[in-house]
């Protein structure tokens, strides 16, 4: 094997490893900017019929947006950080509005709750968080989120996901991580319907 295939494979796995670190890990990268693949995205249109104006409030530099743009729907993109994608330095727990009548993200993981919950109470028609399946533990978690608002549908990912830091050049597909869709939609009651995506 050359030098630089040996370096190649030593920064993809680099890369790999710090996407799959725990929330709190002080490795993650910063404000938790990971790159949601366009498969998976485009994913959950093939399950989803959502509507036409949606608001990406954590846009990164716009990997679900562009993809939800491409098939059609008008988007609203902003973030905290100015990634040069959408309107920056817009904190979506200090938004007092719906932009959209519906948000799909991939929401920072340290703050996931707190985008759920704002984004319920806010009044959102429907709402979908592209997250770690294990994001259905935590007993604390299960009284705030689950236990009040259940969503309506999870969607599994059959096949694991890698989510590639948005400072670092995605080098492969390869997954690490289980992921799911989580929709809510307003008015739902009672457990979720669990689906699976191929
Ligand atoms: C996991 S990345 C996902 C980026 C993009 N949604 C995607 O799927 O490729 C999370 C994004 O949330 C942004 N973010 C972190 N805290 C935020 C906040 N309070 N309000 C809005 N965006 C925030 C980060 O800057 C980062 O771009």
Redesign the pocket.
Known sequence: MSLLSTMGETRKRQASVTATRPATDPGR?K??????PDSA?RALLAVESLPASIW??????????EVLAGAGHRVIS????D?GYGDAR?????ERRLAAPCIV?????K?AD??ALHGLDLGVEVMAL?MRLAWLEGAARRSKLWAVHPPARVWVFSRRQT?WR?DQEAQDRGGAIAFAWFVWTRGHVGAPALGWIP
């Open positions: 990268q404000d938790d900017f990971y790159r949601t995205t990406e409030p954590a846009c990164g530099d716009g990997a679900i947006s902003t973030d905290l950080v990634r817009r904190d979506f727990l200090m993200t991939n929401p920072p993981f703050l707190e985008f592209f989510l948005g």
